[in-house]
Structure formats: C-alpha cells, structure tokens
C-alpha cells in the first residue's frame, strides 16, 4: 500500500508560480510512478503530468507544457510540480497518484491517490 499527501497549493496571482509536493509512504518509492491531476469545481478529473519510476521520463497534458515542470527525489519519496505562469483556468483540486506499472495518463490506471491541494488563481 501506498500512502499519498500532497501540499503547496494556495491562492496565488495570474502570472505567478507555486510548487506542488506529494510526499509518499508505504512502498519502494521508486518502484512507482507518480501522476498529477487536476478536478476544478463541476469539472471531470483531468490529468496534468506523469514521471517515470526514474525520473527520466515525463509526460504533460498540452495546456500546461512549457509551465509546469515535474520532477522527483527518489531520497527524500517526493515529487513536486513546479507551476509558473499560472492562469486561473489552472484553479482546481490538484491530486497525486501512483502506478506501479507504466507511465500513463490514464486516471484508472493509478492505483493510490491523496487528498489533494486546492490551488486558486486569481484573474
């Protein structure tokens, strides 16, 4: 099993940044991959970005590409989502979640979620 929280989120100005982090427990943490996603109110869960059990490879929805960075320390079982140039079409609930098996964008491949953190961007 596989325990999940993330932080960071907050209330942030159009234009500004702010970094996501999901802290894991539980299993090998670099025995999974980890996945963003994103649910704004009335909206359906939509994926954001992936990184691979490595780290070498990632993956981002195209609305995001060029402003959001993923990464991870397989160290200290973290990974973060650097958010710049936000928009408050980015204002959502933002989840993290694991795979064990492949890279995927996929929300019913991930196996464990957390809570989520709420980012909100103002106009």
């Known amino acids: 099993q596989v325990q999940l929280v993330e932080s960071g989120g907050g209330l942030v100005q159009a234009g500004g940044s702010l970094r996501l982090s999901c802290a894991a427990s539980?299993?090998?943490?670099?025995?999974?991959?980890i996945g963003w996603f994103r649910q704004a109110p009335g909206k359906e869960r939509e994926f954001v970005a992936a990184?691979?059990?490595?780290?070498?490879?990632?993956y981002y929805t195209d609305s995001v590409k060029g402003r959001f960075t993923i990464s991870r320390d397989n160290a200290k079982n973290t990974v973060y989502l650097q958010m710049n140039s936000l928009k408050p079409e980015d204002t959502a609930l933002y989840f993290c979640?694991?795979?064990?098996?492949?890279?995927?964008?996929?929300?019913?491949?991930?196996?464990?979620w957390g809570q989520g953190t709420q980012v909100t961007v103002s106009s």
């Open positions: 979640a694991s795979n064990f098996l492949v890279l995927t964008t996929k929300s019913s491949d991930y196996d464990y």
């Open positions: 539980g299993r090998t943490f670099s025995s999974y991959a």
């Open positions: 990184i691979s059990r490595s780290g070498s490879n990632t």
